[in-house]
């Protein structure tokens, strides 16, 4: 099992950037396909990003796509998301998850592991 704790949320002016972490509790964190999620008010929970267990795939969701980085390193049990030119559609709540199923992983009920989610809220 797994447990996940994101942090670094925060309100951040159009234009600027944010670096969530998602810490994993547990030995087999490099066994996991990882994934960055959100969800807006009103909205369904969407895919974000995903990176495949060695951290050599990544995919992004085209709204994200060349702002957002995803990265882990699994001596650290740590998935990250970098958010640059954050816009204010990009306001939500932050989750990372955990899936023992393929990298390129999009569907939310895929995951088998979420963290409690990270507030980001970008102002115009």
């Known amino acids: 099992q797994v447990q996940l704790v994101e942090s670094g949320g925060g309100l951040v002016q159009a234009g600027g950037s944010l670096r969530l972490s998602c810490a994993a509790s547990g030995r087999t964190f490099s066994g996991y396909v990882m994934g960055w999620f959100r969800q807006a008010p009103g909205k369904e929970r969407e895919f974000v990003a995903s990176?495949?267990?060695?951290?050599?795939?990544?995919y992004y969701a085209d709204s994200v796509k060349g702002r957002f980085t995803i990265s882990r390193d699994n001596a650290k049990n740590t998935v990250y998301l970098q958010l640059n030119s954050l816009k204010p559609e990009d306001t939500a709540v932050y989750y990372c998850?955990?899936?023992?199923?393929?990298?390129?992983?999009?569907?939310?009920?895929?995951?088998?592991?979420w963290g409690q989610g990270t507030q980001v809220t970008v102002s115009s």
């Open positions: 998850a955990a899936t023992r199923g393929p990298p390129i992983n999009v569907v939310v009920t895929a995951y088998d592991y």
């Open positions: 990176i495949s267990r060695s951290g050599g795939t990544t």
